[in-house]
């Protein structure tokens, strides 16, 4: 497949957007939402016997023509692509997500994430993360806190570096209680500067996408996980709930999964999928 053979309309069909797309503020945040909202993030590609290859027209083959998702590295590039197709001034970034698990930074080149110029303003989007990650871009300009439905944001600056934070939902309103996402800067990189830590996250133990398969994507309401033999429901807070984050877990037979990834997230698998959940070993390097 080449370039040629990628098309602008097709991919926003994909994701399920028709209205005029031109390089402006709602669109880009619509189109931002609509990716969320119609492409996985998964890695099941590396646990169905295959490998990940950051060139744009496999990617678009991919995500668009066989209608699967990706990690950050194919979501966010292929993201790119179609943002520059429809006029915008798109840049790659770099950027260290926070370990849950050791409560340190991934090595440079961890994350890929992009910046947006529009009209003088920068916003940082990526529908290439999961969990927390943010449903409409969030502005660059600022460092005060930017809310999203039952979620809060903020991005601090300290020197050069930038972090993303989020405030968990029992936590919101509280002066200074603040989780760090991940953290990167704004210089300019090339997708090829990725391709190491690619393969690192495709075939190391210290890595979730190759400890675990998963399958994530965003729902009117909620959320739709599905990792190793597990399948979960979230359901965001809304005033009946009082801000109470409802999650429901279905324990999956082997035998279930490739119905329930073809049901629930449109995806269907070349080859059988290795279900995998397992422990992620601390990396030997801390950032």
């Not at 797309?21 to 969320?36: F, G, K, N």
Request: hydrophobic residues 35%; negative net charge.
């Amino acid at each position: 497949m080449t370039a040629a053979e990628m098309h602008v309309q097709e991919y926003l069909s994909r994701i399920g957007f028709s209205c005029p797309a031109v390089p402006s503020l709602d669109v880009l945040r619509s189109v931002h939402t609509c990716h969320l909202m119609s492409v996985p993030f998964e890695d099941l590609t590396i646990h169905s016997g295959g490998q990940v290859q950051l060139q744009l027209p496999l990617l678009y083959d991919k995500i668009v023509n066989h209608r699967r998702g990706g990690f950050c590295y194919e979501n966010n590039s292929l993201f790119s692509w179609l943002l520059t197709k429809l006029g915008f001034q798109v840049t790659l970034l770099s950027a260290q997500v926070k370990n849950a698990f050791t409560g340190r930074y991934g090595p440079p080149f961890d994350h890929l994430i992009l910046m947006v110029n529009l009209e003088g303003q920068r916003w940082l989007c990526d529908v290439g993360f999961g969990v927390p990650g943010f449903s409409v871009p969030l502005s660059l300009e600022t460092s005060a806190p930017q809310e999203q439905g039952h979620r809060v944001y903020r991005i601090r600056r300290d020197g050069g570096m930038h972090f993303l934070e989020w405030q968990k939902e029992e936590n919101r309103g509280v002066e200074g209680d603040w989780t760090e996402i991940y953290k990167f800067t704004l210089e300019s990189r090339r997708l090829e500067d990725f391709k190491e830590m690619c393969q690192y996250h495709q075939s190391s133990p210290s890595s979730i996408f190759f400890c675990k398969s998963l399958c994530t994507v965003l729902k009117p309401g909620g959320r739709l996980t599905f990792i190793g033999h597990k399948l979960i429901t979230t359901t965001f807070p809304t005033l009946e709930t009082e801000g109470v984050l409802e999650t429901t877990t279905r324990e999956l037979k082997n035998e279930e999964i490739p119905g329930i990834l073809a049901d629930k997230f449109g995806i269907v698998l070349k080859n059988p999928l290795i279900p995998k959940d397992e422990v992620i070993t601390p990396p030997p390097v801390m950032y």
